[in-house]
């Protein structure tokens, strides 16, 4: 469902579990930055009012769910540490060629926010499944949920805005490119790691 070419091997849960503090301080800054898209669109494309409109609505959504993370740290004993670097997205994120028009770049923004959000989902979904925490595990099924409708919406705003046959073709360029990133991942315990 969600189109994604590889899927995360399970033994990243694993990793994941020897070190939930890591997970957790990387899965808070997540929601950040998907709430600093969310503001960036707003910001850049003003002008596209039915994505202004939404992405008002996720800032809400991606701070409270940095919120639910965050509290989790506290309960925990641990205090946030400082923001990791994001390999995955930092490789996604020069597929598309710099420059274009103002709706190939909103395009372009759109797809790699829908393929963030898509493999957040299916490692959330992951979490959910194999993690020994229940609470945990059951943390993550439901933020599973979100990010699914996240996905939904950044790629049908994509097809709303551009050509639907380039948009489409642009997308499995994009998932092919993904899959490649992805084989030399899944061995640390990051959301995208
Ligand atoms: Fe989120
Ligand atoms: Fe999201």
Not at 137 to 165: C, I, P, W
């Amino acid at each position: 469902m969600l189109g994604l070419k590889l899927p995360t091997d399970p033994r990243w849960v694993n990793i994941v579990e020897k070190n939930i503090e890591e997970i957790l301080t990387d899965h808070a800054y997540c929601e950040q930055k998907a709430t600093s898209t969310a503001i960036s669109l707003i910001v850049s494309f003003p002008e596209y009012s039915d994505l202004v409109t939404e992405m008002t609505a996720l800032v809400k959504e991606e701070i409270s769910h940095f919120k639910m993370v965050h509290d989790k740290i506290i309960a925990k004993g641990w205090v946030l540490g400082r923001d990791r670097k994001d390999d995955y997205v930092l490789q996604l994120i020069t597929f598309f060629p710099k420059g274009g028009s103002r709706t190939t770049q909103l395009v372009h923004r759109l797809l790699y926010a829908a393929l963030i959000e898509a493999r957040s989902c299916e490692r959330f979904r992951l979490l959910s499944e194999e993690l020994k925490d229940k609470e945990l595990a059951e943390f993550y099924r439901k933020l599973m949920v979100s990010e699914a409708n996240h996905y939904t919406m950044f790629l049908g705003f994509a097809r709303q805005y551009g050509d639907r046959k380039d948009v489409d073709e642009k997308w499995q360029q994009l998932l092919d490119y993904e899959a490649d990133i992805m084989k030399d991942l899944s061995k640390t315990e990051t959301i995208h790691g």
